[in-house]
């Protein structure tokens, strides 16, 4: 039963420190996508790459987030430094042709 | 930029009874793929069923099914014989096949699910 995974689940720091979440998309998927969903603004795109290019970050603040796929198996999304209004739910989804199946999400809270 | 509207924030349904969950979205392209994904409180987010906008049948999924009305750009979920595992936050979403693979979403609707 291929997944998607994400790691940490959970992850509370406090502000100005690095937050670095994983994804590890389903074999065989050449795309991957960052969502971040708020309560205020829902589910909002943040970046995704086909084929481990990026192909659009413009939902992401470039001054302290980046993403970025050093090989097939591992996406990475990185806040420096975070701060309080980062707090949300960061899913991973990756996806082949036109669907996409969303990882189990990491819930940071910046303090 | 598409839009997804859900206008229902909250729906409760009695158990084993039907309920319809709408979804209106704003296009000017043709050709799309629309999305009703699940998210229960584990949070993830779970793929239900899905349209091709080139499809006029609509599509189904044992209890769930869409009616889709591709000139209205409505595309409302039906869930049948409604079961407790069946409550969750439902999302509407869509797909542009002109620009890009990311989905736009709604902002959901509540489901409750009463024994």
């Known amino acids: 039963d291929a997944r998607v995974t994400q790691t940490p689940r959970h992850k509370v720091t406090e502000m100005g420190q690095e937050v670095t979440m994983r994804c590890q998309p389903i074999?065989?998927?050449?795309?991957v996508f960052w969502y971040r969903q708020t309560m205020m603004q829902g589910l909002e795109l943040l970046a995704y790459?086909?084929?481990?290019?990026?192909?659009?970050d413009s939902g992401m603040p470039k001054d302290r987030f980046s993403a970025e796929m050093p090989d097939a198996t591992l996406a990475t999304l990185k806040i420096q430094p975070s701060e309080p209004r980062d707090s949300a739910v960061y899913f991973c989804?990756?996806?082949?042709?036109?669907?996409?199946?969303f990882g189990p999400g990491t819930r940071l809270t910046v303090t | 930029a598409q839009t997804v509207t859900q206008s229902q924030p909250e729906m409760s349904v009695q158990e084993a009874e039907t309920v319809t969950l709408s979804c209106t979205y704003d296009?000017?392209?043709?050709?799309?793929?629309l999305f009703w994904y699940k998210q229960p409180p584990s949070r993830q987010m779970i793929l239900v069923i899905r349209?091709?906008?080139?499809?006029?049948q609509n599509a189904t999924e044992n209890r769930f099914s869409v009616n889709f009305q591709k000139a209205a750009k409505s595309f409302s979920l039906k869930i049948s014989d409604s079961q407790l595992g069946d409550a969750a936050m439902y999302f509407c979403a869509y797909r542009s096949l002109m620009s890009g693979n990311n989905l736009f979403f709604g902002t959901g609707t509540r489901l409750t699910v009463i024994p």
């Open positions: 349209q091709e906008a080139y499809k006029q």
């Open positions: 296009t000017s392209e043709s050709d799309y793929y």
């Open positions: 790459f086909r084929n481990r290019a990026p192909l659009d």
């Open positions: 074999l065989g998927h050449n795309t």
């Open positions: 989804a990756s996806g082949l042709d036109y669907e996409q199946y």
